[in-house]
């Protein structure tokens, strides 16, 4: 069984940083793309970072590029997401998303209708 569990949110000020995780089980990271989403209220899901191990490929918005950084740790089955020179506007819920495969040239991979597995999502608020 599939399962994406999502921690490491909270309140922080602005320019502080958080690092989120996305535990992963049921599968192997192998094989999978592993993307963090966010959803801020009134707006559409983002995606926000993207990783395939196998690939190597790594993805950002640009909206998080130079600040966010995706990492994986395939013996611990965990994908991380370290945020600094966090802002306001990263308020939102944060999920991760999993699929079987990888995105070629990175085609896609924001877009949450091609992902199969979500968490159930962490909270991050950025305010003084």
């Known amino acids: 069984q599939v399962q994406l569990v999502e921690s490491g949110g909270g309140l922080v000020q602005p320019g502080g940083s958080l690092r989120l995780s996305c535990a992963t089980s049921?599968?192997?990271?192998?094989?999978?793309?592993i993307t963090w989403f966010r959803q801020a209220p009134g707006k559409e899901r983002e995606g926000v970072s993207g990783?395939?191990?196998?690939?190597?490929?790594?993805w950002y918005a640009d909206s998080v590029r130079g600040r966010f950084t995706i990492s994986g740790d395939n013996a611990a089955n965990t994908v991380y997401l370290q945020m600094n020179s966090l802002k306001p506007d990263d308020t939102a819920v944060y999920y991760c998303?999993?699929?079987?495969?990888?995105?070629?040239?990175?085609?896609?991979?924001?877009?949450?209708?091609?992902?199969?597995?979500w968490g159930q999502g962490t909270q991050v608020t950025v305010s003084s």
């Open positions: 049921g599968f192997s990271l192998d094989y999978y793309t």
């Open positions: 998303a999993a699929v079987n495969g990888r995105f070629n040239r990175g085609s896609g991979w924001d877009l949450s209708r091609h992902y199969d597995y």
């Open positions: 990783i395939c191990l196998t690939a190597r490929d790594i």
